[in-house]
């Protein structure tokens, strides 16, 4: 089992570069970064549809894979995401920026598949040292420069070598010809049904914001997207625990003891950054920072990360014990959420009004993830 410590040490080390920009950039700065963050997320989910969780979910399947074949696919599969990536930024006007952002995606999303196949594994070894040295290299980098550039080029500068070190210290990569295309067939049917999930949540995640982005503008859209980064205590939990949590039977956490954890972990997280964002609106802390924009919106912060936890924890659960078909249904109805709610707050009261819309649709998904695993339980 992971213990606490390793628990607290990844956590820091995913969340470190988003907790940076959020408290160093200018909302039009978090904007910029955020576009590329975006990306960086859609190369996450991918990840995990075609490689860690399609892995995890062919294993219980009885089909067994290597540490060449599973690494090969990796490697094969990230520099497919990242190359285009580099292309796509670069045309945003990023400039040499995009480059550091290339790098910082491929090493981040490198290190993703090595820990995670190390977690489930019980490989100790390529876990909390890794991320130790990764976290200590990313905030020793962004303070060095910070006193020789501008805050976003610090920001992904650090992003990109804190990767590089977590991944040099993870278990060695392998690269083989055609292991993506083989590693594809061998685990089609997972693939199959992770990925057309994943579809479906990047479009809510991912394609939404992306679309609404040139309406917004880039301030209000700096504002939008950190309300989605107030959720980094979530994270901080979840992530490192993702290899385990799919492990777990369909009932496991609607033991009465476990469910009423869940949902007094869910209110904790929430009022924690209802509290953080209430103190800087009261003590006009991080003035002109995305943070102090963001404080204005304390209350749907809070209901938006409570949301969020329990829906984060049960979309994992889903994602290893769902029906292909049932995953499917629950995807398309987050979509119509996702569309429905948000843009149509915005087109009635602008900023406000979809941050609160962007709340209530994290309560709905945080409902409808619930009750797909509670019917999946007790049937």
Request: proline share 4%; hydrophobic share 55%.
């Amino acid at each position: 089992m992971i213990h606490v410590s390793a628990i607290l040490v990844n956590a820091a080390c995913v969340t470190v570069v988003q907790a940076l920009a959020i408290f160093s950039l200018s909302p039009e700065e978090y904007g910029k970064f955020s576009l590329a963050y975006i990306l960086y997320a859609a190369g996450v989910s991918l990840v995990h549809a075609v490689v860690c969780d399609a892995w995890q979910r062919s294993t219980r399947q009885r089909i067994v894979s290597s540490w060449g074949q599973y690494s090969g696919a990796l490697v094969s599969l990230v520099a497919v995401v990242t190359v285009p990536m580099c292309v796509l930024l670069a045309s945003l006007g990023f400039g040499w920026s995009s480059l550091w952002i290339g790098f910082a995606v491929f090493a981040n999303l490198c290190r993703l598949g090595t820990r995670y196949h190390a977690v489930a594994n019980d490989e100790h070894r390529y876990v909390v040292p890794a991320d130790a040295l990764g976290l200590i290299t990313t905030v020793a980098t962004f303070y060095a420069m910070i006193h020789f550039t501008g805050p976003f080029q610090s920001v992904v500068v650090s992003w990109a070598l804190g990767g590089l070190v977590a991944l040099l210290a993870s278990r060695p990569l392998r690269f083989r010809r055609r292991a993506l295309r083989q590693w594809a067939i061998c685990n089609a049917a997972s693939i199959k049904a992770l990925g057309r999930d994943a579809v479906l949540v990047d479009a809510t995640a991912i394609g939404v914001p992306l679309l609404m982005s040139p309406f917004l503008g880039p301030v209000n859209f700096g504002i939008y997207r950190s309300m989605s980064s107030t959720a980094i205590p979530v994270r901080l939990v979840l992530n490192p625990l993702r290899p385990k949590l799919m492990t777990q039977p369909p009932g496991y956490f609607f033991e009465r003891s476990r469910f009423f954890l869940v949902l007094m972990t869910a209110v904790l997280f929430g009022a924690t950054v209802w509290l953080t964002l209430s103190v800087v609106a009261k003590g006009g802390l991080f003035a002109g920072g995305v943070l102090a924009a963001l404080s204005a919106f304390a209350l749907p912060a809070a209901v938006y990360v409570s949301a969020s936890f329990v829906s984060s924890l049960f979309y994992i659960s889903n994602r290893s014990h769902l029906s292909n078909r049932s995953l499917g249904v629950v995807g398309l109805v987050q979509l119509a959420l996702v569309v429905g709610l948000p843009i149509g707050g915005f087109l009635i009261g602008g900023l406000p009004a979809l941050i609160v819309a962007f709340a209530l649709t994290s309560v709905l998904h945080a409902c409808i993830h619930c009750l797909a695993a509670f019917n999946h339980a007790r049937g």
